[in-house]
């Protein structure tokens, strides 16, 4: 059967466009086992979803939906599809966390839930055979006005799959430069967390669990990638890079092992790694980077969100990698549930107090489907968007749209601004043994998504980034707020 894949563009959005590997996975395995399954990236071109879907004449249709900010054109290509009479499947995070909203609006006639490759194995196999979907594992629909979930479906032995198919794609379109890296690229060697972040997707998404791919083909796909299109950087998109520490020392010696010349980095948890010579290790094999949520300082804070991690253990982290010349980029969150001006004077104090790290604040969003987002409504402290424009038009983190804390709307501003503005006037914090050019290439890879999509998506993109960069600098603005929380640019 032919299987059209849509991975759905940004809209004004100005951060580069990344590979899409969950699609990828899917097709991979779906041509492995005798269908023919291809990938449009609507940033990559400017053919309408209604000439797109005529020219590939598929049997089925399939959308990844990440986040929120993919639904408008998702919705797009949804209505397309509909008007030439071919069937609709959405799957991805942000599809699970709202599928009765998703097919009561009309364009969506299945959601594939959580993983899809043998969810959409299945639904080949029996379109191709006449049957129902009826009874397939892992999938949702509307029958006779009623919303249907299926029997819910085990997770895959990830060590199963074969490897991604990179040819779905054209790579170099993905490149970005990164820390020392021209050509960086986006891969995955695992899914899900161990976690129970109660703000977090994965708890529901992934059952707080940790699945490694077959790690020769991870390799093999690093090796291919770097002889064929010259690539030299990997920025893991996992949730959790490394379970053990031992995983990060085997990862490492084989990379050493292969001769690989790349750099590379991904998300981390404070406390897996301990030694310092696992770090050092670590950077000898082209490890340059880590990204780490913090979320908080605060201890009261942290046992609300289920994520409690003392400060001199983060701080130990922080600085075995500042040691080893590898950059931590933290993420903090401001506005959580019952947070307080003195909890967030703790997680200043954090932040201003960790060493080799990029800083970054996010507004606090409840994600529908998380432990968090549950109790919020079950106290009406926050009432679910109902339909899919509503969701839409809500950007999670990066705008400032609702808060459950005890602070002010606008100091939550102000402190996510501050250290926005920090960085900017600060480059040289941020300057150490892994690049010294990492916000010229942040620029420049702003700038190429920006006007990747044609002078319309350019000027609506560069104004919502406008927005954002006066924002910050809004921050001087407010000496008094600024005072309360030590937000000083020169003291």
């Not at 699609?23 to 990236?41: K, R």
């Not at 960086?184 to 695992?190: D, E, P, Q, V």
């Not at 506005?335 to 990029?358: H, I």
Request: glycine share 8%.
């Amino acid at each position: 059967m032919k299987i059209l894949f849509f991975q759905p563009m940004l809209k004004l959005f100005y951060k580069r466009v990344t590979c899409p590997l969950g699609l990828m996975s899917i097709a991979s395995y779906l041509n492995a086992n005798g269908h023919n399954a291809v990938i449009c990236e609507r940033f990559f071109t400017d053919k309408t979803p209604e000439e797109i879907i005529t020219e590939n004449n598929p049997d089925i249709i399939g959308i990844s939906i990440v986040a929120n900010q993919y639904l408008q054109d998702s919705i797009e290509i949804s209505e397309a599809a509909k008007k030439l009479g071919i069937p609709v499947v959405w799957g991805g995070p942000m599809a699970s966390e709202i599928p009765e909203e998703a097919l009561r609006s009309g364009v969506v006639d299945y959601i594939s839930f959580n993983e899809g490759e043998e969810t959409w194995l299945e639904m080949a196999n029996a379109l191709k055979e006449g049957k129902s979907f009826d009874d397939i594992k892992g999938l949702g629909y509307i029958k006779d006005g009623a919303f249907v979930e299926t029997e819910k479906r085990p997770f895959i032995d990830l060590k199963k799959l074969p490897p991604l198919d990179w040819e779905l794609i054209d790579p170099p379109k993905y490149f970005q430069q990164y820390y020392q890296s021209q050509k960086m690229l986006y891969m995955y060697r695992s899914k899900g967390c161990i976690g129970r972040c109660t703000f977090c997707y994965n708890p529901k998404y992934h059952c707080s669990t940790f699945r490694t791919r077959n790690e020769e083909y991870v390799f093999d796909e690093i090796e291919y990638l770097i002889n064929k299109y010259g690539m030299d950087g990997v920025n893991f998109s996992d949730d959790l890079l490394f379970k053990t520490e031992q995983e990060a020392i085997d990862f490492s010696n084989e990379v050493l092992r292969r001769g690989l010349k790349f750099y590379w980095g991904g998300g981390l948890r404070v406390g897996i790694i301990k030694n310092t010579e696992t770090f050092a290790l670590m950077h000898k094999a082209g490890c340059r980077w880590f990204l780490i949520g913090v979320e908080t300082g605060s201890p009261k804070v942290q046992k609300e969100i289920k994520k409690y991690f003392p400060a001199d253990k983060i701080k130990e982290t922080f600085e075995m990698c500042h040691n080893n010349g590898i950059t931590v980029i933290a993420s903090f969150m401001v506005g959580l549930p019952g947070e307080t001006a003195d909890d967030l004077r703790e997680t200043v104090e954090l932040a201003k107090g960790l060493k080799s790290t990029v800083l970054g604040f996010q507004h606090f969003t409840p994600i529908p489907g998380t432990e968090i987002f549950d109790k919020l409504v079950e106290e009406g402290k926050y009432k679910p968007l109902k339909t899919l424009e509503e969701h839409a038009n809500t950007f999670f983190g990066e705008k400032f749209s609702f808060n459950v804390s005890e602070v002010s709307d606008k100091e939550l501003k102000v402190i996510k601004n501050y250290f926005q503005m920090r960085a900017l006037l600060f480059k040289s914090e941020f300057k150490d043994d892994t690049d010294k050019h990492l916000f010229a290439k942040i620029a420049k890879n702003a700038f190429i998504a920006l006007s990747g999509h044609g002078i319309l998506h350019f000027v609506k993109s560069f104004f919502f980034g406008l927005n954002d960069f006066l924002s910050a600098v809004g921050v001087i603005l407010h000496p008094k707020i600024r005072k309360k929380y030590n937000l000083y640019f020169f003291k």
